[in-house]
């Protein structure tokens, strides 16, 4: 049970810090009240917007209960609103929401095809109140109490790009985390290691993970590393232990490669301010002569307090990636959120489980195993069982109602009335040739249960449904942090397959009665998931967007993988 923070003598009411700790210490007293608080939420929404469009074809004047609500108006996707938002971006209102709407959320398309996600005022507030003030809190208090002191001061190494573009009317357009990034623009620009443009780039096109690394290699005083998602920082790592012999040159000579795809301008202007720096050079020279064996991230940067990525579901194993360059660094896991508006925040150091919000919309709940599809028959936020599965649905705060994220989450336990959550994975993320419903979290348990069967370590996976032929079969796809002998691969597969049987009982019995044949197993070359983040980012797909790729399902992700098994 988390309890409210007194907010340390050190930190006056002039200092940011101050609003910080008063917005976690809200987040504690909405938590203790949280069902009522969500529905009364619910019935302000419904208010406000009962005259637009959307509120007036679905009574939102007669209804007077969670219960109307739930009988009155359906669950939705993103293709019940999309006619409304074109013409919202063309600039006309009242349609789905009667809020402002300042921003809109540029989705990367990598699961479904891209969306235009309406954000309005109060839903900047939320994300910039209940995400970034609580982790601006959480960092202060938990390094305050792992350490005994404030957190160091200096700058802060964040892998973001923020790009941005209008829709037709004018209105800014970019993934969520560049929203909140071009909040706090003013300050970022205190707090970076490199120039603003490195983070904020026009149309010019930069070499970022080069940029990134050398500007951030010297600098010596970094206090923190900070991405949107663990795979950008263990990217970032990984860059830097393969190129650091001409980074640390760079540094020493005082000068941007020339051979880099580094706009001109930009070049020429940095080339003026950067100066050669022996000594610097010589000290990273000394630390990565010594190998990567041991974490490096405190020997580049020894002021260096905490990382900061999302960490869990999905990206658990980049978690325990990072920890190779990071040791015992604390991890703050940020928080849960889609395009659609934020969902939960952590509210300790170090723990993957983050609470939900009251704040952030109207939550509700259908756990994975009810097939019934009764939308008056869904759980409030306060109605949950810990260890159980469900399906979230979201009504938020710039027009979208009932709306099915497509995420499944598992409770973890209780924060007052407001559920701790897990993400799982998401729905439409799961292999299903026989109605066997493979989901992430069986892959992720099977991957886990081989790597310790093996001694192999598995830099990450992906499954493919391959039904070219009949009964189907799956075809699972590994890489392997070191090349795997040929004359293993049968024996591996083999293990592979009982793992999956067990992760999931449905598949094993599908097998048995001979419904699909038994699972191909493939290797694939070393790189190959950073290759395809970076062929992503190439497309114009931005980083802040790109999670793992769990279920190859579409052409172009076909003709990738299956291009780069390992043969030899």
Same mark, same amino acid.
């Given at each position: ?10 930190? !006056? ?28 939420? #619910? ?10 469009? $959307? ?15 739930? +009988? ?5 996707? $993103? ?44 839903? %900047?507030?939320?994300?910039?109140? $209940? ?39 004018? !209105?800014?357009?970019?993934? /969520? ?31 970022? +993970?080069? #940029?990134?690394?050398? $500007? ?22 990984? &860059? /830097? ?34 100066? @050669? ?57 940020? *928080? ?17 489980? *983050?609470?939900? /919000? ?6 509700? =709940? ?34 979208? &109602? ?58 990450? =996976?992906?499954?493919?449904?391959? !039904? ?31 793992? #999956? ?26 790189? !190959? ?6 062929? %992503? ?17 579409? @052409?172009?992700?076909?003709? =990738? ?8």
């Amino acid at each position: 049970m988390i309890n409210r923070l007194e907010i340390p003598k050190d930190i !006056t009411p002039e200092n940011p810090a101050y609003e910080e700790y008063n917005s976690y210490n809200d987040v504690i007293d909405m938590c203790m009240n949280a069902g009522a608080y969500s529905r009364d939420l #619910l019935m302000r929404i419904v208010r406000d917007n009962e005259n637009t469009e $959307y509120g007036k074809k679905y009574g939102f004047s007669e209804i007077r209960s969670v219960e109307d609500y739930k +009988k009155k108006v359906p669950f939705s996707k $993103y293709d019940d609103y999309a006619e409304a938002i074109e013409r919202m971006t063309r600039g006309e209102e009242n349609l789905i929401t009667a809020y402002p709407i300042i921003h809109y959320a540029k989705t990367s398309g990598s699961v479904d095809n891209p969306k235009n996600i309406p954000l309005s005022d109060r839903t %900047m507030k939320a994300y910039m109140k $209940y995400s970034s003030n609580i982790a601006q809190c959480v960092y202060d208090s938990g390094i305050r109490k792992i350490k005994g002191r404030p957190p160091k001061q200096g700058k802060q190494f964040i892998t973001s790009v923020v790009k941005i573009n209008h829709v037709k009317n004018g !209105t800014l357009k970019s993934p /969520i985390s560049s929203a909140v990034f071009l909040q706090k623009k003013p300050l970022m620009r205190h707090v970076l290691p490199f120039p603003a443009e490195v983070m904020f780039p026009e149309e010019k096109i930069f070499d970022q +993970k080069y #940029l990134h690394a050398f $500007y951030a290699l010297r600098e010596r005083n970094i206090v923190c590393l900070v991405a949107p998602f663990m795979t950008a920082l263990v990217d970032s790592m990984y &860059y /830097i232990e393969t190129n650091w012999r001409s980074l640390v040159h760079d540094i020493e000579v005082g000068r941007l490669d020339p051979a880099m795809d580094i706009d001109e301008d930009f070049r020429a202007e940095a080339n003026k301010h950067l100066r @050669p720096d022996p000594e610097r050079a010589a000290e990273l020279r000394a630390i990565f002569e010594k190998s990567f064996d041991e974490p490096v991230i405190p020997k580049i940067w020894p002021n260096c307090d905490y990382l900061s990525a999302i960490g869990g579901g999905g990206f658990a194993s980049y978690t325990q990636k990072i920890k190779r360059y990071s040791g015992g660094i604390p991890i703050y896991f940020n *928080s849960y959120a889609a395009s659609e508006g934020p969902i939960s925040s952590c509210l300790e150091m170090g723990k993957t489980e *983050s609470t939900v /919000i009251p704040a952030n919309g109207f939550f509700e =709940f259908i756990p994975v195993d009810d097939e019934s599809g009764d939308p008056s028959k869904t759980l409030d936020l306060d109605e949950l069982e810990v260890g159980r599965e469900y399906e979230i649905i979201l009504t938020n705060l710039a027009g979208l &109602y009932r709306y099915r994220l497509g995420d499944v989450v598992e409770v973890a336990g209780y924060d007052g009335q407001s559920p701790k959550i897990e993400f799982k994975y998401r729905k439409n993320q799961m292999i299903n040739i026989s109605g066997e419903k493979t989901n992430e979290a069986a892959a992720a348990w099977a991957v886990r249960e081989f790597e310790k069967a093996t001694g192999e370590a598995i830099t990450d =996976f992906s499954l493919y449904a391959d !039904t070219d032929d009949l009964p189907g079969r799956y075809v699972f796809f590994m890489e392997p942090e070191k090349h795997i002998p040929k004359e293993k691969h049968a024996h591996y597969r083999d293990i592979c397959e009982e793992k #999956l049987r067990i992760a999931n009982p449905i598949y094993d019995e599908m097998l048995e009665g001979k419904h699909q044949l038994p699972m191909k197993l493939c290797f694939l070359q070393q790189e !190959t998931y950073y290759l395809y983040r970076d062929m %992503m980012m190439l497309k114009g797909i931005s980083e802040n967007q790109i999670k793992p790729v769990r279920v190859i399902d579409t @052409p172009r992700k076909k003709r =990738f993988f299956f291009g780069l098994i390992d043969n030899e």
